[in-house]
């Protein structure tokens, strides 16, 4: 597949193909046709979106005639967190509308559920990049929050392949559950429908704390659901939920959960 060219395919409303995306180093293949973006990403082999601004082309020689003049390093917004290579920046929608929508756009062809994209105003962007050259900051996920929504403190979340099984679904969940109890809310939950990789990233989180909220409890015959909840700040629905896929649960018996705890 040349780096130079996507050609336009004709016969592209039989073409079942999903384009593949070529950013900084990396190239990967994407997951869902959707009718959200724009017509044309779903008529070529490859779209190119530039690392640090997320402007996208499907011509390789535009994509690298923007590279050389793009002056952006970093998403534009206020940097929340960093470790070592790894920083978060919370980007305001009704700020940096454009930014926002590419953020939206992208996140359609890899979650088939509904995104927002014209009305990015609403919401907040945590945008996850990793640092790998000094002081320029490659885009390689996010989460978004719904404004005045106190309850639900994830409306969507990505990690872009390359940058998967490295733990920064679990870090973007732990960041948002942060930013609740730092507002004063003391449970959250993200909304669904949940993807199959989100699902499979909330239950590795879930279950992480919820064992280590057990272990401190060892010698105690009963302990609530609710206060699960309180120590952990993971909703009370989820937690249930999240304990029936281990088996834990044993029983229901007068509106009370029995856990079992040999495992």
């Not at 409303?13 to 017509?39: D, H, M």
């Not at 304990?243 to 029983?251: E, G, H, K, P, T």
Request: with cysteine.
């Amino acid at each position: 597949m040349s780096n130079d060219t996507s050609k336009i395919n004709n016969t592209s409303t039989t073409n079942k193909a999903r384009p593949w995306i070529q950013t900084g180093r990396y190239e990967f293949e994407t997951v869902c046709r959707s009718t959200l973006c724009p017509k044309e990403w779903l008529q070529v082999e490859k779209i190119y979106v530039c690392e640090y601004c997320l402007k996208t082309t499907i011509q390789g020689t535009s994509a690298r005639r923007h590279h050389t003049k793009c002056t952006q390093t970093r998403p534009p917004g206020c940097l929340i967190y960093t470790q070592k290579d790894v920083s978060v920046f919370e980007v305001c929608g009704w700020k940096a509308k454009t930014y926002c929508e590419d953020l939206c756009l992208i996140a359609t062809l890899f979650i088939e559920s509904k995104i927002e994209i014209k009305n990015v105003h609403r919401f907040r962007f945590y945008v996850l990049t990793v640092c790998h050259n000094d002081n320029q900051y490659e885009f390689a996920g996010f989460f978004s929050k719904l404004q005045y929504q106190e309850r639900l403190n994830v409306s969507c979340l990505l990690i872009l392949p390359p940058y998967r099984n490295r733990g920064f679904g679990s870090l973007m969940v732990h960041i948002s559950y942060a930013l609740s109890r730092l507002a004063n809310i003391h449970t959250g939950t993200p909304e669904r429908p949940l993807s199959t990789q989100g699902l499979l990233c909330y239950r590795k989180y879930w279950k992480s704390k919820i064992f280590d909220y057990l272990l401190t409890k060892t010698n105690e015959e009963q302990i609530a659901i609710n206060d699960i909840s309180k120590a952990t700040s993971i909703f009370t629905c989820d937690i249930i939920e999240t304990l029936a896929s281990l088996n834990m649960i044993r029983m229901l018996e007068k509106d009370k959960l029995i856990i079992y705890r040999s495992q």
